[in-house]
């Protein structure tokens, strides 16, 4: 019986430590990649497979010519953290639009990611979801959440557009 209680716990410290260290990995958003939306929405979201931590996590909308088009609003959403949602400008007119995000899951693993939707047209053939391991800098997410209303963020220049050569 001793066997069989090491056996079950180190299975179960073998799983929780596989848990502990998976990254929080994109599932699904609003819009989806590649939506073509007859009109705009007031804010898009994404949801991640775990939670995330809000002091390093962001998400952006950007226009095709690289304008930011929500308002710096990005905020952890969901009884899990692990959502984020982010408002955007009202009015927005026909186009292609680009999200783009990065999330630090609560182990210390980062990603970021992107995808484009279409609002009155639909956006080009391989709008996929797109994401990448990082390391990620705790003063950047700190400054990045506190400025406000500065729309030139650095994050504006971050190309994870697949149809950019």
Known sequence: MPRLAVFVLTCLT???HGRAVAHSEYVS???PPGAGLASP???VSVVFSDGIQPEVSWIHVFRSDGAMVDLNDSTVIGEANNALAVS???GLGPGIY???WQNLSEDGDGLTGGFVFGVGLAPPEGSVVMYDE???DDDQGKDHNN???DHDDDHEHE???EDDD
Request: no cysteine; net charge negative.
């Open 29 to 31: 958003s609003f819009p």
């Open 98 to 100: 680009r999200v783009v």
């Open 88 to 90: 955007l400008l009202p």
């Open 147 to 149: 400025q406000g209303d």
């Open 134 to 136: 990082h390391q990620v």
């Open 41 to 43: 929405p007031l804010s």
């Open 159 to 161: 190309d994870h557009d």
């Open 14 to 16: 073998l799983l929780a």
